[in-house]
Each structure stands twice: as structure tokens, then as C-alpha cells.
């Protein structure tokens, strides 16, 4: 599994980025996939997932400003973020849950660096 971000970068707030992550060797066991970020000084945090089913799930911090999407045809994630606020600077991970056969497994990719200037 190899998991490639981008799109990342520096932005005004109130601005929007669309964060996109190229999967390959996912196959077809999913779980879900999801984007997390991590602020200097800060624990890694989840911003929002999407499962199998669709159902997707976000933090509150970015609920109404941030949409997760998956094009199943090109096993890309995208995150689109509207209305960024400085706090949401920082690294934005892409990640797939795996679970084959009662093995659950995640990968990361590398992180896309998102600055939001005031």
C-alpha cells in the first residue's frame, strides 16, 4: 500500500485548499480512510474518515467546513476545506484502515503541510 498527499500549502484565512491522496495496492479490504493532521507541539488528531459504507465522520472543529470524498474509480481520497482558520495549520496525513481476514492494519502516507495565515 502506498498512500501519496498533496495539495497542501499556505493560504489566507478564510481561504480553501483541496488536500487529495493517491492510493495504490489498497485492493479491497477497507475499513475506512481518513485524514489526520498534526499542529507543532500537538498530537496527531482526526480530522474526518469515511468507511466502507460511506458514512462519513469529521471532528467538531471542522464540521460545516470541511468535506471528505473518495473516488473509488482512481483510489483517491480527497479532502476539500473551506473557510480555514489559522488553527488549522499544520501536517495533514492521509491513512487506510485495512482489514483483511481479522488483520487490521493502518498505513500513512506523508504528510502535505497546510499553513493558514491571519
Known amino acids: 500500500v502506498q498512500l501519496q498527499a498533496s495539495g497542501g500549502g499556505l493560504v489566507q484565512a478564510g481561504g480553501s485548499l483541496r488536500l487529495s491522496c493517491a492510493a495504490s495496492?489498497?485492493?479491497?479490504?477497507?475499513?475506512?480512510m481518513g485524514w489526520y493532521r498534526q499542529a507543532p507541539g500537538r498530537q496527531r488528531e482526526l480530522v474526518a474518515s469515511i468507511a466502507k459504507d460511506g458514512r462519513t465522520n469529521y471532528a467538531d472543529s471542522v464540521k460545516g467546513r470541511f468535506t471528505i470524498s473518495r473516488d473509488n474509480t482512481n483510489d483517491t481520497l480527497y479532502l476539500q476545506m473551506n473557510s480555514l482558520k489559522p488553527e488549522d495549520t499544520g501536517a495533514y496525513y492521509c491513512?487506510?484502515?485495512?482489514?483483511?481476514?481479522?488483520?487490521?492494519?493502518?498505513?500513512w502516507g506523508q504528510g502535505t503541510l497546510v499553513t493558514v495565515s491571519s
Open positions: 491513512s487506510v484502515q485495512r482489514n483483511v481476514f481479522g488483520h487490521v492494519r493502518d498505513y
Open positions: 495496492g489498497i485492493g479491497f479490504y477497507i475499513n475506512r
